[in-house]
């Protein structure tokens, strides 16, 4: 990246205890440490007067401002919790005489998807693959697809456990060609669809998402057959396997909704719990059969008498 | 409004050129025709992003008015294409800067207007990126010391396309190869839409010694005439490539 090289240096590692002061507004921002990085940008974690928030950071003017618009945008979608909450926009003006653009948005404490299933088990899976489902289905009909969806850009919060989003950066107009991708999530790299913003798109990579907490150290493609590669590695995972007939649809691009996939993925949890009624229910046959020859033989020993 | 056609010229090299005019100054030309000049450096593992022999690199593509990138050739597929829609990018937002000095005054840039109210600005050039037609120009070094990379070059190309075609605006590439024989340059792929024939042709690539950029720069400049001039001529006086769309 040598033609960044420069400035990367110094956006990328600003010095715990720096000052940033908007340009425009004039807001303080007292930097605390570096949380991630992207292709974007880099977001730290600030202080501003006893409030703790995320701020990221770049020189990717158009980028970033794209970006706060799709901030703005989810806003009207809320009421739920799409993506981080919007707080602040401005510039600052560095010591190194350049200028960079910065946004401020809500600090989201949370798990990484993996440490979670770890910690918790497979018996997740079920309800974020729904709440994932939901969230999209929100943003889907509010006109945008998410594309960017990948393991790095999801948290989990605590009490009640739910499914959050962290960065927004590719979230993309439907219609439109996906903004920003990871290769391993994305359905073009694999040779199995366009790169062209549909819900879809999000349904493939939320399908990669959940095979990958199984696959932590995941997968080179293969050059040809790559559907039938996916599928052999759902089919390998036990705890996949009540959701593997969805998660397949969803690779080959069966699914034109979120909410048809929604539907399946709820209908196979509660066949599930059925499942385990039903098992309970058996006993109950056998209780029933007893209390049944119990009465015949009564029936029997009165009619003898 | 009349939507005009990008024109790029996406250069992928391993190395310096050694022979004829200097690529820059070429390129300085190329971008006086409004054809923005790429170039992508391909790395070799025991090579540093300083490496010398590439700083010819990031040269021609600054007096190009394109976007330079050095990368090694795992990465090749998403800098291929972040490369050519930043280069896009930046000269739609260039056009569009113009517009905005000709409203606000001569010293006035998106920088100087309050973030929150650049949203719009910015939506106008996502918008014009999306729908825009868009030709590339693939210049394909051929030297011998990017004969083991070819296999890589070809799957970002796919990947290229792929991207592209996403968009809802026109796309048109070429490939052209060099050092050629007995020629600057030489033909692998005529214009077209999509790039998923290339895996037929690529295997005609054969690989010689010499680097003739510069040469070969401007005979992609001369392409891209050619070819407006040819469609001239069959559309008789129908308005020429810069005014497609509505």
Request: aromatic share 8%.
């Given at each position: ?13 600003i ?12 807001n303080?921002?007292?930097m ?24 990221k ?8 401002t794209l ?8 806003k ?11 707080l602040?926009?401005d ?7 350049r ?14 998807v ?11 899976l ?11 289905e ?20 605590q ?12 979230v ?31 349904l ?24 039938s ?7 390998r ?21 979120s ?24 006993i ?22 | ?15 310096c050129s ?25 790395l ?10 590439l ?19 795992e ?36 920088e ?40 890589m ?14 968009r ?20 692998v ?11 037929s ?22 392409q ?23």
């Amino acid at each position: 990246m040598a033609m960044n090289r420069d400035w990367k240096k110094q956006v990328t590692s600003i010095p715990p205890g720096t000052l940033i002061q908007g340009k425009f507004k004039g807001n303080n921002y007292m930097m605390k440490r570096k949380l991630g990085e992207g292709a974007i940008g880099t977001v730290y974690l600030c202080q501003h007067g006893n409030q703790t928030a995320a701020l990221k950071i770049s020189e990717k003017q158009t980028s970033m401002t794209l970006e706060v618009n799709v901030l703005k945008a989810l806003k009207q979608v809320r009421g739920n919790l799409l993506g981080p909450a919007l707080l602040d926009v401005d510039d600052w003006l560095a010591p190194n005489g350049r200028t960079y653009t910065f946004y401020v948005m809500e600090y989201v404490q949370g798990e990484s998807v993996q440490q979670f299933f770890r910690k918790n088990g497979a018996s997740w899976l079920g309800l974020f693959m729904v709440q994932l489902l939901e969230d999209l289905e929100k943003l889907h009909e509010a006109g945008w697809v998410f594309g960017d969806l990948k393991t790095d850009n999801l948290l989990i919060s605590q009490a009640p456990p739910r499914i959050r989003w962290i960065d927004v950066g590719g979230v993309t107009q439907i219609g439109r060609a996906i903004k920003e991708y990871t290769e391993f999530y994305d359905r073009g790299y694999w040779g199995l669809g366009s790169r062209r913003a549909e819900p879809s798109y999000d349904l493939f990579a939320l399908a990669i998402i959940f095979l990958e907490i199984f696959y932590p150290q995941r997968f080179s493609r293969p050059e040809t057959r790559r559907a039938s590669f996916l599928f052999k590695r759902i089919d390998r995972v036990k705890a996949l396997q009540p959701y593997a007939p969805v998660l397949k649809k969803a690779i080959t691009g069966t699914y034109t909704s979120s909410n048809q996939m929604k539907r399946e993925v709820k209908q196979i949890i509660f066949s599930r719990k059925n499942q385990s009624k039903r098992e309970t229910g058996k006993i109950g046959l056998l209780e029933a059969m007893w209390i049944f020859l119990f009465s015949i033989l009564s029936i029997l020993t009165s009619l003898c008498f | 409004m009349k939507k005009g056609t990008l024109r790029q010229i996406l250069l992928l090299t391993d190395g310096c050129s050694n022979q004829g005019e200097d690529p820059a100054a070429t390129a300085a030309l190329a971008f006086e025709q409004g054809i923005a000049v790429n170039v992508i450096g391909i790395l070799d593992h025991d090579e540093s992003e300083e490496s010398h022999g590439l700083t010819e690199v990031e040269e021609i593509a600054l007096s190009g008015g394109g976007v330079s990138q050095l990368v090694y050739s795992e990465a090749l597929s998403q800098t291929v294409q972040m490369v050519t829609k930043q280069a896009m990018n930046e000269t739609l937002q260039g056009f569009v800067n113009q517009e905005l000095k000709q409203i606000l005054g001569k010293d006035q840039s998106l920088e100087d207007i309050e973030p929150e109210k650049r949203g719009e600005i910015v939506e106008v050039v996502e918008e014009l990126g999306e729908t825009t037609d868009l030709e590339v120009l693939i210049l394909l070094d051929t030297s011998a010391s990017m004969h083991h990379k070819l296999q890589m070059v070809k799957a970002a190309l796919i990947d290229l396309s792929i991207s592209l075609n996403a968009r809802t605006g026109k796309n048109r590439f070429a490939i052209y190869s060099f050092p050629g024989k007995r020629k600057n340059i030489q033909k692998v792929l005529d214009w077209t839409p999509k790039l998923d024939s290339i895996s037929s042709v690529f295997p005609k690539i054969t690989s010689g010694g010499i680097t003739p950029t510069g040469p070969a720069l401007r005979e992609a400049i001369y392409q891209f005439g050619k070819k407006s001039l040819l469609r001239s001529f069959r559309h008789g006086d129908e308005p020429g490539l810069e005014e497609t769309g509505y």
